[in-house]
């Protein structure tokens, strides 16, 4: 088993960022499962590193390519890593509506690869999530 290290979680993350399938896969297990929170075009379960590709995917879509996570702080163990980012974007069809929210990430890690992940969003950003990412 592939000890976690923050290290690891910003190169998952970078690789995700490449959009590259190939840098994906070295980071995020085939068969990994990906919950996102709220009641909007993007929330529910997404079962598979395809469907997770897909979703982010979507996520440039909806906001033009503009959205953006900063890294604020990562805790890592063996096996689960739990991230703290503040996203920001804008809407592809009206960059009046703007996403400024922090979020906690939480990974569960198998052999140097994220199986699982979900976030996690507080306070009014979990309002201003699902406006933002809202079918208007």
Known sequence: MAHVTTELVQKAYEALGTGKKEEISKYWHEDMVWQVPGHNLLSG???GRDAFIGFMGKVGELSGGSFRMK?????????????????????????EIKLNI??????????????????GIFGDGTTQYDQFWSAR
């Open 102 to 119: 922090d979020v906690a990430h939480v990974l569960h890690w198998r052999d140097g690869k994220v199986l699982a992940g979900k976030g």
């Open 71 to 95: 890294t604020i702080s990562v805790m890592v163990n063996e096996e689960f890593s739990c991230d703290v980012t503040n996203n920001q974007g804008t809407r592809a069809h009206n960059h």
């Open 45 to 47: 379960w997404y079962h």
